[in-house]
Each structure stands twice: as C-alpha cells, then as structure tokens.
C-alpha cells in the first residue's frame, strides 16, 4: 500500500455529509486516547496530518481522510472520555451507531486497544458490539513500543485471552512510534478493500 495523496474530504457528524463516491472504506476505533490518529498518520506517512494530542479527546468528528482517491480511512472520535456530559456521551454514540450500521461502503473496522493495560470495559463492550454487527475487525494493541520487548508475546497472549478472540480473529501489535506491526495492518486493509 504505497499512500501518494491524502486528503481531508470531510470532518462529518451527520450521515448527511458523509462522502458519497463510494470508495471502500475502513474505521479507526477505540478509547479516547488510544492512538488512533496516530496510527492513520503513520499509515497515511504524514507526521500530525491527524491531529493528536496528549489529552483525550481530540478527535471529535468523524474524519473522512481520501487515500490515493481509492479509500477511505475514517478516524472515529474515541470513546470512554469521561470529562464530557451524559448528553455529549449520547450524541457521542449515536453518531457512532449510525456510522457502523449504515456506512455500507465500511469494509471493516480497526478496533484499537492500549496494549500495556488489560482491556477495558469500554474494549470489552466495543468487542461485543463489533461482533453483533458483523463487520470485520482488526485488533490492534497500540503503543507497545512502551513494553520490555520480553513482555510482547506474553501481553498479546493476555489480550487476546481477555477479549476472548477466536483464531481466526487477528490482533496486531503496533507501535507508532517503531512502526513494528505496520506491514500486518496495511496486509489487512489491502485484504479487505478487495
Ligand atoms: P482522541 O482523538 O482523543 O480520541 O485520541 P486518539 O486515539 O486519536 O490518540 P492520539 O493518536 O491523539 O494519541 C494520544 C497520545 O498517545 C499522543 O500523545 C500520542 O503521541 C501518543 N501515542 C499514540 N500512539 C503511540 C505509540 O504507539 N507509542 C507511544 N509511545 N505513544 C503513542
Ligand atoms: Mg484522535
């Protein structure tokens, strides 16, 4: 997947302005904070092209970036922020609600999970959600570039015993910061876009 052009096609709450040209697309889910926007950067090769922060938060539309003018990747507003109204938290989901469930050109999901703490409540009720509606997904624990190497194999073991994932359900363990897991992640969309 080699990205050449990225663009910000739109910053969307409304499905109303979602991009209709129909290209597949994939979503960037997962806790406020998680690493989302940094890891569409380091798949798009752009340094801050989404915005990050070290406060949660930051991300608070869904952002249709246009990969190559084939593909979308979309960056999720994270969730599990808890510094925001009942009311915002509402808005919140509905807005995600609807994006899974009626973005027909969504053609799977990244759900990203801090990879050096056991999986939230939050990871635990996003997985059931995901699996509900049957759209592929992609783990990825993020920011493992923070664990003794010694530690990986045995963290993914545990997460994946902890979310309960199948065999044939991939989790990826990636690092913005190292690119490790990278390659295994862009394997995976090219799969799904297909
Ligand atoms: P919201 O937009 O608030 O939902 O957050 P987000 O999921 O988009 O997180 P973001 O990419 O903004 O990253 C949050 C913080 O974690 C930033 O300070 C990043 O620099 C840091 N971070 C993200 N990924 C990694 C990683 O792989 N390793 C390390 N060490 N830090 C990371
Ligand atoms: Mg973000």
Redesign the pocket.
């Known amino acids: 997947m080699k990205v050449t052009d990225v663009e910000l096609t739109i910053s969307a709450v409304d499905p109303k302005q979602y991009p209709t040209t129909g290209y597949p697309e994939i979503g960037f889910l997962?806790?406020?904070?998680?690493?989302?926007?940094?890891?569409t950067n380091v798949l798009m090769n752009r340094k801050d092209f989404?915005?990050?922060?070290?406060?949660?938060?930051?991300?608070q539309t869904l952002n249709f970036y246009a990969i190559n003018h084939e593909l979308y990747f979309v960056?999720v507003?994270?969730y599990g922020?808890a510094k925001v109204s009942k009311q915002e938290r509402e808005k919140w989901a509905t807005m995600i609600e609807t994006y899974l469930t009626q973005r027909k050109t969504l053609r799977g999901v990244i759900n990203?999970i801090d990879g050096r703490h056991q999986p939230s409540d939050y990871d635990l009720q996003m997985r059931d959600w995901l699996d509900f509606y049957d759209i592929p997904v992609l783990y990825v624990a993020?920011?493992?570039?923070?664990l003794p190497k010694s530690k990986v194999a045995q963290q993914k073991q545990l997460l994946r015993r902890e979310l309960e994932l199948e065999a044939d359900e991939p989790l990826v363990m990636?690092?913005?910061?190292t690119k490790v897991g990278q390659a295994e992640i862009e394997a995976w969309i090219t799969q799904q876009i297909q």
Do not use: E
């Open positions: 997962g806790r406020s904070n998680v690493g989302k926007s940094s890891l989404a915005h990050t922060s070290g406060q949660p938060g930051k991300t960056d507003p994270g922020y990203l993020t920011k493992v570039d923070k990636f690092s913005a910061k």
